[in-house]
Each structure stands twice: as C-alpha cells, then as structure tokens.
DNA sequence: GTTCCGCATGAATCGATAG
DNA sequence: ACTATCGATTCATGCGGAA
C-alpha cells in the first residue's frame, strides 16, 4: 500500500506496473491532449495518439477493481478544418483492449475559451467517457441528485386530490403518474450532461478543471475510503477532491514540476481530514 | 426544377439519384435511428446500421453543392449495457467516401426521456454532426447571434448563485448561453452548444425535434433563396422551417403517411410566403 | 389579462418472461 | 443462447381550462 496518497513521478506506463492488480476503485483523468502541453509530454502527435493511450490504459485495466469506473475527459483537436477522429478510434481500440464503453457524458463549459473564427463557433463542451470492465458496477446516485426543477417546486406546496391517488393508465405505453411519492422531495436524479464553470484564475497549470468537475464523479462512482487513481494528475486537482471527499488518492505526472505543485496542494488540505475516515490510509504526499 | 418545393414519396437512396449534381445547398436530418421507428423504417439493426446509411449519404454527398453543409441529428442507443458504437463508426466511413467531419455541435435537451436505472442516468443530448465536402463552406454567423433581452440582464445581476447548482433550464429558446459574456454588449455569437426542449404536447404530429433545431442551422448555413434537403422528413418539420425562412426545400420520406402529413404541413404555411422572396421557386407540395 | 393547475407525452432503458 | 415483447420507472414542458 505504499502507493496510496502519494503523487508518484515518472510515466504512468510505468509507473502503474510496479502496482498490484485491481488495487484501484476509480481512475478520473484529463490526459494531456493530442499536441497539447508540448513542454510537458513533448506533444504527442494525433496520428500517434491512440496508440500511446493504448500502451497506458492497458495498465489502467489491470489495477481497476472489476466494479470500478474509468472516467476520461477527453476533446479532439481541430486539425486542417476538421474535427480529428483520434478519440474516436480510442473508443474503438479500448474496446477490442477489453473496456466496456458505458456512456459518454457532456461536459458544458459555461465559460469556454474566447475567440472568433469565419467557419466555427467557440467549442464549449468536453467528453467525459465513461468506461468499465462489467457490465456491473459502483454507482452512488445519491451523491449527485440535483434540486428539483421549476415544474414540481410550485406545485408541490399544494397538492391537489387527483395528484394524491395514483391515476393508472390506460393509454398503451403511458405512464402512471404518482405525484404523491414526491411530497417533500427537493431533489431529482441528473442527466448526462454536466453544467460546470472552467476555472479561469489560474494560469500556472495549463489543463485545469474546476474542481466540481473530479469531485462530481468521484462522489457518483466511489465511497469514502476508495482509492482514486489520476495518471495524469498535473496540478494535483483530482488528488485535492479526492482527500477534500475522504478518498484515497494516487496521483502521476511525467512532469517533475507538476508533482511538486501537486504535491504541495494536497499537502495543505491533509491536515483537518485524518481524523475520522475509515479505509483513509496514512501516507506522505 | 421540378424537385424544388416538393415532398416526395420513397426511399431517399432511390429519389435522389433523379436529382442533378450539386443542386442542394444544405442537408438537414434526423434519420431513424438504429432499431427505432420499427414501424415506419422497418427497424434497422445496430449492426447494419453503418451500411444503410453509407448507400445514402453517397447521394448526399453528390447532390450537395461545393459549398453546402450536412447537418446529422443522431444518438446512438444503448445496447448490452454499453453505448453502441454505429455512430462514431458512421463518421470514420462517411470520412472515407469523401465527407469531412467540420464539427459536432451538442443538442442539450431540455426535457429529456424520464426513468430511473441502476447503472446509468437519463440521456439529455444528441449529435449534430456538421460534414462538409470542402473546406471553405457557406456560414452566416451573424443570422445565429442572441441578443442580449432583458432576461439576460436579470440573470447577470445575481449570476453565480442559480447557475452554480442547475443548469439554466428556464432560459428562453437560447442556444450558446453565455452570460457572463453578454456584459455590456446587444449581440454574441453563441457556441456549438445549442439548448432546447423537444416538442412534446402536439397532438397533430410529434415531430422528433423542435422547429428552433432546424431553423436554427438553416440561418446558419443558408441564405434566402436557398434550398434545403431533408431525405428523413418525417412530419416535415424541416419543410416547413425552410418555407417559414424564404428557403426553398425538397423533403423526401419512404412513409406515405408522413409524406401527407408534411405536405399537409406546408402548404398551410406557404401562401403568406409567396410574396418578395428572390429564387423561391413555386412548387406545389 | 394573469396566474394556477390538470394532463398528456416524449428517438429511453432495464430486467424478466416468453417463443 | 438469442431475439421479441412487456411492465416499471420518471421529469420537464406546453396547452387548455379554471379561478
């Protein structure tokens, strides 16, 4: 267990052999984009994309529990006019490498990155791909439900007498309508699309998420004392959500600055969280 | 011409190959989706699904004009527990035959299809998928704008508290909500992320998207005169969009009673239509 | 005219049951 | 084993009638 809440330098390809199998319950990531963070991961060519996340998800695979999730934030590149198919093909090959393609969920940035150009608007939405190894696995809905939308708010306060009986239908597929249950219910399940804000202060780190990002996944697919693994965890954000929310966390970065950075912010939260976790396993940073 | 302003009966694949090269100035579709619509399309399988629509965009692809744009409405199902994978495959084909993959806008609906599952929530968007056959293509950024209303004033007076937790719902038909952006200015360009509600309590006819969806992307990428293909035309929503816009249309369905209904549809609308519009061409329905 | 309330209805998905 | 059908679940919206 000497991996556990530690951020580890080097290449996650490697760096992820020396862990043991199935020894991780959630893996949440943002890996650098195709010809992005040149500096940092030399910028890896789109046409050689795929086969450089293959070498790496292939270990992700292997230490994820079987009922564990892989989250992966991910968006293509414009390249020469067109949107480039890398992350499409990735879908395709982590398939056949043996991940089961669950759902694709839809990050909307509220506040995208500005500019203007004659043939395309602002990209203001990510992919968040979900994938699994079963069919079965971890998920705590329960964590993420949503306060109830304008329709049931104002109605709900005075219910009426047709509202109170279930009114079965008769009508061929329709639904049953049983307003009653929700009498004092203030919250409803979310969709597939999350709504967040980026986060615009910092400019130390290149590829940074808002935190409510990591923290809305992690609260949906782990328990407190769950391990969180980010092999690409760059300034440290996934690691900072995931000790904030009582989870273990392991962290990676080719980037000796990166997880000094990473290293020092999740050192600043530690202190107040040791007391009363269970499954929380000591460890420096 | 004989085309023009006309829902014609039968398989689009077929009908089309009647038509001249590069006639059409726009595509806008919402095909049936694999293995919905078993009534009407016969159901067409995951599997078989890529092929089937191969034999037809290559007709797409040769009516359209140099500088034309095909706008895809698609969602893959769910099949196994998994997302299918006939969608990302269709774009990797359609790059083959000749197709460049420009954009994908995100459909946010607002009102999605209700239930609750163990492993996966409710599914609030689909694709818009943007080909082109060239790199340079007709856009009208400025026909697409939102204007700043005065809705939006008193959303930017107490922003980060509403925004933070639900995402704008409630907004009007506005598409590419960017608030914090809209501070000072009458007009901004929205995003590639366009917010709607589906259309649910028409009786006469369902259509499967709202007239904003299509109406939103023939200002976009066509100018008046113009005309507009939809070979899917179900209920002739897209029809009757292109007429409203002083854009002439040609709707193709293999469903007669769909044929009825949209030509029921637009020639309600056309008489008020007839007058001053440049290359609309007088056709009968 | 407003506001309030009843109601129908969606490109959905899962799990169990039946041929 | 593999496909077809059925029942159950659930939330936002707009229309139309009522207060």
Redesign the pocket.
């Known amino acids: 267990m000497e991996f556990v809440n530690k951020i580890l330098h080097g290449d996650c390809g490697e760096i992820l052999q020396s862990l043991p199998d199935e020894c991780i319950d959630m893996i949440f990531t943002s890996p650098p984009y195709a010809d992005q963070r040149k500096r940092t991961y030399g910028g890896i060519k789109p046409a050689e994309y795929v086969e450089w996340f293959l070498a790496r998800s292939e270990q992700f695979l292997r230490v994820l529990s079987p009922t564990g999730t892989f989250v992966l934030n991910i968006k293509e590149r414009v390249a020469n006019g067109e949107r480039h198919t890398y992350v499409i093909e990735l879908i395709l090959r982590m398939r056949d490498q043996g991940w089961l393609w669950t759902e694709e969920f839809i990050w909307h940035k509220k506040n995208c990155y500005p500019g203007k150009w004659p043939n395309r608007f602002r990209d203001s939405w990510e992919r968040l791909l979900q994938f699994n190894k079963q069919r079965k696995f971890n998920m705590y809905q329960e964590a993420v439900m949503v306060p ?5 708010r ?2 709900l306060s ?1 219910l ?4 109170r009986s279930r ?1 079965e239908s008769r ?1 061929g597929s ?5 307003v009653s249950r929700w009498v004092g219910r203030d919250k ?2 979310p969709t597939n699309v999350v709504h967040m804000a980026t986060e615009c202060s910092n400019r130390n780190h290149s590829a940074a998420f808002p935190e409510d990002l990591p923290s809305w996944f992690i609260n949906l697919f782990t328990e407190s004392g769950d391990t969180v693994l980010d092999p690409f965890i760059g300034s440290g954000t996934t690691a900072v959500v995931a000790q904030k929310l009582g989870r273990n966390y392991v962290g990676i970065d080719i980037s000796q600055e990166f997880c000094d950075m990473a290293r020092e912010r999740v050192v600043w939260v530690m202190p107040r969280l040791l007391e009363g976790r269970e499954g929380y396993v000591e460890g420096g940073s």
Chains 1, 2 share one sequence.
């Open positions: 109830v939308g304008g329709w049931a104002d109605r005075n009426s007498e047709t509202d009114d009508v329709g639904f049953g309508k049983n409803v399940y």
